[in-house]
């Protein structure tokens, strides 16, 4: 089907289909959009939508899996990133489309992307068709967008969700549940980890494999090289003890951090971690699940097909 340009509201010959999958616990509060607001908007851009509202306990993968299994063309994850992450688990290796309206507090995944932060505005780019293929990351066939992480960001997020729930969420109360985990000293891992064939012990408090140059950016950190060369980057933070830790958060949130200083890079399209536990806590995209060991991570390329601004080849963003 030939990409439809939409330069304003209109109604089109032959409209696009979309399921919408909405979660409006995402983190924006008292800014998020209504049901009729999102109605509203499809509506005005001439596209047939359907209006389903996600509730705390839902498996968005299998749902929009379900979707893609009866030939849906095209699956709109509104929301903040895990919801998207968990819409785009769904679609990966299928002929369906995602469309995204990020309403959450960082919105890595459609800021990297252009993808406005306004409803309209973001229908407005599902209207224009405009088709990409992403590669997605992948740990044990689980998919992240931007990136996926082993030991203390797990326990950051645990720790934000009691944080959200008393303050509010906002990107202050994010940073203050890093400095306040990182105040009680987590219990380090000890990994195996195997690049190329190589292998090597680590002893280290966090393992961050990232996707997504631009989150990179925002964050002030190296590894952009990693992704453009078609690779996960991925940050080992050093064997330190609570000072070490506080300073090495620090430098993170304000952007600072060093490599070989606060933290070691890899780049790798594969590695495989081994690690004594059984289990481990694993976040993707800002959710926690737990995963059982050893972990296989890779960059899969091409997996997915996402309506953006603009139709440009790559993938890297």
Not at 20 to 48: C, M, Q, T, W
Not at 235 to 245: E, M, S
Request: overall charge positive.
């Amino acid at each position: 089907m030939q990409p439809m340009i939409a330069t304003g509201p209109q109604t089109a010959k032959q409209p696009l289909r979309a399921h919408v999958l909405v979660n409006l616990k995402s983190g924006r509060g008292s800014d998020h959009p209504e049901i009729e607001d999102l109605e509203r908007a499809f509506n005005e851009y001439g596209i047939a939508a359907e209006i389903i509202h996600l509730t705390p306990g839902d498996d968005i993968p299998a749902r929009a899996a379900e979707l893609a299994s009866k030939g849906a063309e095209l699956v709109v994850a509104a929301g903040g990133d895990g919801t998207i992450c968990g819409v785009a688990s769904g679609l990966v290796d299928t002929q369906t489309a995602l469309g995204v309206i990020p309403l959450g507090t960082f919105n890595y995944f459609g800021r990297s992307l252009d993808i406005p932060e306004t409803v309209v505005e973001a229908v407005a780019v599902v209207a224009r068709n405009n088709r990409r293929p992403l590669p997605v990351g992948i740990i044990n066939d689980r998919v992240f967008l931007n990136n996926a992480s082993l030991g203390i960001y797990p326990q950051i997020l645990q720790t934000r969700e009691t944080v959200y729930a008393r303050w509010g969420r906002s990107r202050v109360a994010a940073y203050w549940s890093v400095l306040k985990t990182m105040m009680r000293l987590p219990r380090q891992l000890k990994l195996q980890v195997t690049v190329e064939g190589k292998t090597r012990e680590v002893k280290t408090s966090l393992l961050f494999a990232v996707s997504n140059a631009f989150q990179m950016q925002q964050m002030g950190l190296e590894g952009e090289e990693c992704i453009k060369a078609g690779k996960l980057a991925v940050l080992i933070a050093p064997n330190a003890g609570r000072a070490g830790l506080l300073k090495n958060g620090l430098a993170l949130m304000l952007g600072r951090a060093q490599r070989n200083q606060d933290f070691e890079l890899l780049c790798a399209e594969r590695l495989h971690i081994t690690c004594k536990r059984k289990s481990l806590l694993v976040a993707r995209d800002g959710e926690r699940s737990r995963i059982s060991g050893p972990f296989d991570l890779e960059l899969r390329h091409g997996a997915l097909t996402v309506l953006t601004p603009d139709s440009a080849v790559g993938g890297v963003r």
